[in-house]
């Protein structure tokens, strides 16, 4: 994921305009007239690959895990209980790369086939009618629930830690994301149309369908119990840092859990601690703040994968003008 110019909040980075963006991110599902193309113009571009998404947390992975097929997937093929960070060091490169990369050069076909063997029994806590005591990966509604939570992630992080997104924005993103999904190339059937689908759709996943899972319940469980020491770190430095990390861990990771979230898990939190959260995040989204950031190096601001996107962008858009100068010089 690449070094975009300094850009204020809102405004789009180096390599493209928002006009430009249906021409670099050229592709056959970004031409499908119910979704926006992805590129340097695109909302998901600007802000996914940001550093600062962190600040939410495991939001998006908790909230895959705790739907009950995908959360037994977790628990019974995954390196997850074992090398939590080694999961998550494996699973996130190849989500920016689908992201980021153009519509016929792109991670998606190999994330899904990734996921083809992943598939098994559920046990009978877990097993509804809906469910019928077994899960795949490849279900379409187990697949659509984890772009779902990615897409939150990026609507979530900018929209409370960068700056408060308009009612067009938030569609404009959705639709963004209509396209990214495609990419993994997994039916679209349970994928709502627009943004206010979307909505209705979200509330009744977190209200009637996640359930705490034993995944979901060990992906939080450093809330109340200290972050595990990771590998790499001596034990003698991490008795210094821990102190201070596991604090600010479990406040980020508690407040950006949505409310009914945070009542299946069972994780503590109140109204004392719910407005130093989001007094928190009205300082990251003050103008004071995003002009300190936006004024370092792109290097620091975002991922290797989002500036590699931007850098590819900007050199077809450098060589495309190139072209029309010889063109008329011809």
């Not at 990419?183 to 759709?201: C, I, L, Q, T, W």
């Not at 620091?300 to 962008?313: H, L, Q, V």
Request: glycine share 8%.
């Amino acid at each position: 994921m690449t070094e975009l110019a300094q850009n204020s909040p809102g405004s789009t980075p180096a390599g493209g305009t928002p006009a430009e963006a249906s021409t670099t991110a050229s592709g056959a599902s970004a031409d499908r007239p119910d979704a926006l193309p992805l590129g340097p113009g695109s909302l998901v571009w600007q802000y996914f690959g940001d550093r600062r998404i962190a600040l939410i947390g495991p939001r998006p992975a908790v909230l895959q895990n705790m739907l009950a097929g995908l959360g037994q997937g977790v628990h019974d093929h995954s390196v997850f209980f074992a090398d939590t960070a080694a999961r998550i060091k494996r699973s996130l490169p190849p989500i920016y790369r689908t992201v980021y990369g153009t519509e016929g050069d792109n991670a998606g076909p190999a994330v899904r086939e990734f996921h083809t063997g992943i598939k098994g029994a559920l046990p009978e806590s877990l097993t509804t009618e809906a469910n019928r005591g077994r899960y795949h990966a490849l279900d379409p509604e187990t697949y659509f629930w984890a772009h779902a939570t990615f897409f939150d992630q990026v609507l979530y992080f900018t929209d409370t830690f960068v700056r408060r997104l308009s009612r067009a924005e938030k569609e404009q993103m959705y639709l963004e994301a209509k396209t990214w999904y495609r990419r993994y190339g997994v039916s679209d059937r349970p994928m709502p149309p627009d943004y206010a689908a979307f909505e209705k759709y979200w509330e009744h996943m977190i209200d009637e369908v996640l359930v705490a899972h034993p995944t979901a319940r060990y992906g939080v469980g450093y809330v109340t119990k200290g972050f595990p020491r990771p590998k790499g770190i001596s034990p003698l430095v991490w008795k210094v840092i821990a102190p201070l990390f596991n604090p600010l861990a479990a406040f980020l990771t508690t407040g950006g859990m949505p409310p009914r979230a945070r009542e299946i898990l069972a994780l503590p939190w109140d109204d004392r601690r719910d407005r130093r959260y989001q007094r928190f995040a009205a300082v990251c989204r003050s103008s004071v703040v995003n002009l300190i950031w936006d004024a370092l190096p792109m290097t620091w601001r975002y991922t290797p994968y989002a500036r590699e996107g931007f850098d590819r962008t900007a050199r077809e858009g450098s060589a495309r003008t190139a072209r029309a100068g010889s063109a008329r010089d011809a």
